[in-house]
């Protein structure tokens, strides 16, 4: 009985707002996991114009866009085959707007869609309109593992840092981590403390010494 309810004020409008996948999100690809997750509800749809647009790019004679274009459709694939994520592809023809940002409002605006996206200038145009959007960059930033200085953490050593005694490993969402004297121990995992936090343009870098070290 309350799904009869819920589909008859879907059609009145009432029910959830449909998802429209925005290309730059696509291309990115971690919006898979989170349809699969059902971080999003609803009805996800993408934009014709936008899949033309992959479709261009993966015939493309440049290989790197050929490459974008390929992935992008995997993507695509991926979200349709996905069970339980209602998947659809929408051609809807806005007139007189050459802009694909500024297409892509509009399509949201005309669909009472929310928008996912990588690109944050998609922010700035969606809030003129007052459509929702999410960036997936935004969401990934507010997920980070919060660590404080003091604690310990597991870290694989992969590489040498800037100064050759560092060594340099990453938390799984590729915060680096930067090891004093951990140059000797690449390829293996150790206990390491943090120190200290460093926020750059690029995103965190953590420096810390390995456990049992002397400060």
Known sequence: ???????I????????????LDISAVLDGRVVDICETHFISGKIVMPGFFVKELNDMAKSKDPIKKAKGRRGLDVLNKIKSSPGISFSIIDMDIEGVRDNHERLVEFAFRKKASVVTTDFSINKIGALKNIPVLNITDLAIALKPVVLPGEEIQTFIMKEGKDKRQGVGYLDDGTMIVVEDGSGFIGKRIAVVVQSILQ???????????KGRDE
């Open 1 to 7: 009985m309350a799904g009869f309810f819920s589909g």
């Open 9 to 20: 004020l879907e059609k009145l409008g009432f029910g959830p707002r449909p998802t429209v």
């Open 200 to 210: 750059t343009s690029q995103g965190r870098i953590i420096f810390t010494r390995i």
